[in-house]
């Protein structure tokens, strides 16, 4: 489970580029369930995912990973239960490593006080077959370096790098957006996949309306660096991209307009 409890985040505090990029966040995600996250740009998605892993200190609030109160933690103490992809496929993995070394070490992770990163055949079948679920022939390709693949092989890799940790969370800031659409909907696909497979608690952030809606059980928007909406259960069931837009105008008292092409036209 994570938890937010009036989470903030404020840059540059006191300088004259001061920017409040989160405005007290309350959310609570249960242990195994998967909400995208959607907002325009600058809403403060990324910086919402970053300030969980650890990456971005709150200037007030409190992050809980179950009961265990991480806000103090520095990236390094929530690597354990936290895995991410990015959307940089090289962002994720080492180019000078093979592809059996970089899964190696996400492996290694989940082996801790063993001598788990030395590549053995017991380890090689297991990526062999993790990575033939992708239809892409990786399975073949174990010994070439990272940086030889193409940006959707290398996050396809990213992704099952996840599966191999021991973590218990997922965030993924828009792990598509970089991709052609065959291989976005590969990617997504074998998301899913893992994410049911390891009940993971998952954070997707995507600028598709039509993506969020389609992925996880609940859908959170962001603005400002504020929750404007928060739809699961058979309200978001019956929801499409144009409620989606009629909601944000709704919350926008000041009636100001999505203007955010990106986010529109990724519908
Ligand atoms: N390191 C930083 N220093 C100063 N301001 C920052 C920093 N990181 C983010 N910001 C600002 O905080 C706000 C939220 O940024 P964030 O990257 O979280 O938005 P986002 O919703 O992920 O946007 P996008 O969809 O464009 O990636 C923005 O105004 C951004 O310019």
């Known amino acids: ?24 966040i309350d959310l ?17 998605k990324s910086t919402l995912l970053n300030t969980i892993a650890g990456d971005i200190k709150s200037t007030k609030g409190q992050i809980l990973f179950g009961d265990r109160d991480v806000t103090k933690l520095p990236a390094t103490g929530r690597t354990a239960d936290i895995a991410r992809v990015f959307q940089d496929p090289l962002a994720g993995t080492c180019g000078d ?15 801790r006080g ?29 010994e070439s370096e990272m940086g030889l693949l193409s940006g959707g092989q290398r996050q ?16 993924l800031d828009e792990h598509t957006a970089a991709l052609d659409p065959k291989t976005a909907a590969l990617i997504l696909d074998i998301t899913s996949q893992i994410i049911a497979e390891k009940q993971l608690t998952v954070m997707m ?44 105008a709704q919350a926008r008292t000041d ?8 986010l529109l036209l990724g519908a």
């Open 255 to 262: 009636g100001e307009e999505l203007d955010d092409d990106k």
């Open 114 to 142: 063993r001598l788990s990163s030395a590549l053995n055949s017991k380890m090689r079948n297991v990526f062999r077959e993790q990575l033939s679920r992708l239809n892409l022939g990786l399975e073949n390709r174990l």
């Open 28 to 44: 609570t995600i249960p242990q195994g369930e998967f909400v995208t996250v959607i907002g325009s740009n600058g809403a403060g």
């Open 205 to 248: 952030v995507t600028h598709s309306m039509r993506q969020a809606l389609d992925h996880g059980s609940r859908t959170i928007m962001l603005h400002e660096g504020k929750i404007i909406f928060d739809l699961s259960g058979e309200e978001r069931a019956g929801y499409e991209v144009k409620d989606l837009l009629n909601l944000f």
């Open 156 to 171: 396809s890799v990213s992704l099952l790098m996840s599966a191999l940790q021991p973590s218990s969370i997922l965030l």
């Open 97 to 111: 490593l093979t592809v059996e070394e970089n899964m190696a070490l996400a492996y290694g992770r989940g082996q």
């Open 1 to 24: 489970m994570i938890s937010c409890k009036d989470l903030h985040v404020t840059f540059n505090r006191g300088l004259p580029t001061e920017k409040l990029a989160l405005r007290g």
